[in-house]
């Protein structure tokens, strides 16, 4: 079942980025929850990068517009499944045409032909990142889901290359573009309001919960929590008392901090990749993370 | 079913410190395997930290014999679960009286009661280092499993405190011990031979599912693979070629290289915490790490 | 996982019967499959009751065209999960006003309420038989790909109420019909071609598999295989050659044969409720008993 | 996960029938519930057919002691996994040497070797009824939780052979035994007290689940409940009313009955198999009957 998350409120996944639609179906979301639609659509346009200015210009031409095919009423949860696409409509196969025998490097074109033998051609198929859209509806709905319950999630780029200042962001990202160039960045996400006891102490403790569900994200290479890598040269004693939230794999009680870190984007003009493409997809990511961990949290809780 | 790992070769882990007996039940390993035992018991004496200066000594002076009560005949899988166990023989509940009434600060003591109202004080109960002998079993027939089919996976320890000099390493943990401190350590796994296209392309992504093996184990608090978090200061154009033998969630048929942090113990003496512990619990996850990554790539394969 | 069917081939199932849509997701299915669209639409016709005289006039006039998502390209299966939709051009929530205050006698109005708190009144919402189109969309995929292995299913009515001549089976519907009333049938299932070994011993027996895809549908009251009921009066010695194609739960390599039972639809003029019903839903369930049947065996080969 | 019963309620089961043990873990119990040994040991004595004539002497001689692994603290269940064992004393694998190069016909021997390539061949291995002993005490857990929520599960013998009057089962199955043959028989299990609202609608129906759980059971034939097989022929008009406790795959609060058939043993003298055997393995699948009942409706509730 690779291509569903969670098995309390579980999301299947599908398509490809120039097929008819991608979307998905969020089951298992309890009935009489009201939808805030404008918040999805605003998450959405946080995901397409609306106002950035290193963004690709297909995500921000292209608004994605949620069309639900079931499991609400009246903008009310029935209980059932609620499936939803959003339609390709700036879909531009004909400008993917050289992809059709061309292996882009770090790019999941030749893994995908090696695993299937077949792939989708057309701007990534089904590895494009426009096929975190569908995770971030999901998401949304996790999210109003658990600010019912208290808890709220917040994600914020931290560095974008070696700078640490987020006023100097954007000005870094427009300089690796200018160059035709590529950069990585750190996300951090503060959960609060996570009730003492979830989490579950062996296999599914709640950090190796978050970290499958961030580490699923493209493009994301390393996950930490708490004291992370840094903590390693400090001793037990001057670092016993930060928990980061979790002990044996439950939530304490305290606020979770996590960092995930994205890599550059490998389509650029220097690497001698035409077409519409991101200096910084770390940007982008930011509600995809924040998506992810509602995802993983309201499964738990 | 928060006990159990993996849904093709499915782990499910059992016990209590301090209770009966500690094992598992792994099933899905398909019939006519030939189990190499003393393997096993070799693995479990390095988990054991046998020959370690700063190793807890419990550990050592507690084999942990396996008894096989199902799934294996004559040496040989039948393709049925394999079941078996390893008694708690030294468990000395009474030298843990006193935890009845006490939260041990960075120990689980405290979320246990949250989760589940009741604990069982005796050592840890569940929330034990001792639960991964169970893990170590189970990945040794995973890693039995995959050598057959040429893969094969190292791990070792790469850095303690400061220290990145593996000589040093027995020398910084032994001032930390006598300092009645505890320290971290990184863990680097090297995994060869796993074939192109393994990995799942969305949710189940190759990282993913290490990342959610490896933050499983008691004390990681972070997983990175690739250029990892370093690689943040590098643009695109230097760094694209590096894959870390993953693209698109899918392996590239290259060596995958992952690296992982364990925080110090926070039993210590300078803590107020009297009993047999380890100064630098790194050492002993070695190959829990070996085993978890076992367990993850064989459920992919 | 409430509305997924399956682990390997999952098909996960949305949409009410009123509402924009009902479709869903079939994920698990390799790539490479040649798609054969026009049996789907002949398997849809026959699920609509086309040419049945008992059948819903709704059922009939409102032809099923399905709409592609995503996982096919150019008709072949991309191995990435296959999205569809079947829309419900001819729905009339209005036609069922009278419903929002009224619970059917033998229908789930009632105890959706008592799930969920909310239900959708407008026929029969997510417990409408409709939701059996896309089982049918999925169980024809699962199908063609079982043929490809040589595994052939065929069901066909062997019982409408008393009647066990096919020939007079029409005729006894009309008169049902005629009187405003409804009646039951049997289906029975034949299935060739499994390969010996296919099945699980214990929990996931074959004929448990089975049983629970078909229980699965609508109106069905009872299952048997081989023997069934009607052998609880022979003794061992005549009937322990019969094994009905299944031994232990593993197939044996022969001929498998179930039977199940469908109850008569409680919506009928005599009972006081009008509107467009199946004098005898038996009829329509034969190629929805055939592609749960598929369903079942495709995970489990 | 071939031998998982449950996702909630979680009941991983192990063991050959002539191997060092059988038993099982069951995961999901909550923490605080007291277990009642005692009742453990009386089903587990009436699956051994203990008073019953016509039961294997193998059953009846070898009494069935459980010993607690984990998940159990005085008496109280800790909210982690139960692993229990039972060990086979009464071993005799010498008994069926003879087996190891035949199979008999009516058993699973030629089918796990069809699967597996390999098999144990003493005394019938892993597909022994002797694996029954690991669901009753799972399921009497669970029937324990059940009691503690309202909710009953009784059932009873109703048919032998052509038999309907309990009075006269012993009797008959005597005839049978004296004879050297075997018979079948049919068992009804009511239930008492389950909620409104139990049960899912789609795949996960609440009788889908029970046939499941009850034609996992070795030498059952059939499943039906509500007006069954024998309501075929009658009208909707008649039977409307009669919803067999269930609507739409949903509780409603009213009892519900099902039937099951099982079929007689195929190892008697009659067909030339020596060795320890059950006239009617019907009258000792009573509890086990209950037992997975008991596992089936947990899971839902």
Chains 1, 2, 3, 4 share one sequence.
């Not at 999805?40 to 921000?60: D, F, T, V, W």
């Not at 995770?135 to 319950?149: E, N, S």
């Not at 987020?166 to 996400?189: L, V």
Request: hydrophobic fraction near 40%; aromatic fraction near 8%; proline fraction near 5%.
């Amino acid at each position: 079942m690779a291509n569903v998350f969670g098995d309390k409120w579980s999301f299947t996944s599908f398509g490809e980025s120039h097929g008819a639609a991608i979307g998905g179906i969020l089951d298992g979301v309890p009935a009489g929850l009201h939808i805030d639609f404008d918040m999805i659509r605003k998450e959405l346009e946080r995901r397409a990068g609306k106002g950035n200015k290193g963004a690709s210009p297909r995500a921000k031409n292209e608004p994605d517009e949620v069309e639900w095919l079931s499991g609400v009423m009246d903008g009310v949860t029935l209980g059932t499944p609620i499936a939803f696409l959003i339609r390709n409509k700036d879909a531009r196969p004909e400008d993917y045409e050289w992809l059709k025998h061309t292996y882009r490097p770090g790019h999941a074109d030749k893994t995908y032909e090696q695993k299937y033998g077949i792939r989708d051609w057309r701007g990534g198929g089904r590895a494009s990142a426009r096929e975190t859209a569908g995770r971030v509806v999901a998401g949304c709905i996790a999210k109003q889901a658990l600010r019912l319950k208290g808890i709220a999630i917040h994600a914020a780029l931290i560095q974008v290359g070696a700078e640490t200042d987020p006023d100097k962001f954007a000005e870094t990202i427009a300089a690796y573009q200018k160059d035709g160039d590529s950069i990585g960045g750190i996300i951090e996400c503060h959960i609060s309001g996570v009730p003492a006891g979830t989490g579950e102490p062996i296999f599914n403790k709640l950090q190796a919960e978050l970290a499958f569900a961030v580490m699923s994200i493209n493009a994301c290479k390393g996950f930490e929590y708490g004291t992370g890598f840094g903590g390693v040269t400090k001793p037990g004693s001057e670092i016993n008392h930060l928990s980061g939230g979790i002990a044996g794999g439950i939530a304490d009680g305290t606020d979770i901090v996590f960092r995930c870190v994205f890599k550059p984007t490998p389509s650029t003009p220097k690497a001698g990749v035409k077409g519409r493409h991101d200096a910084c997809v770390a940007t982008r990511a930011v509600p995809v993370v924040e998506a992810m961990t509602a995802l993983a949290l309201i499964n738990l809780i």
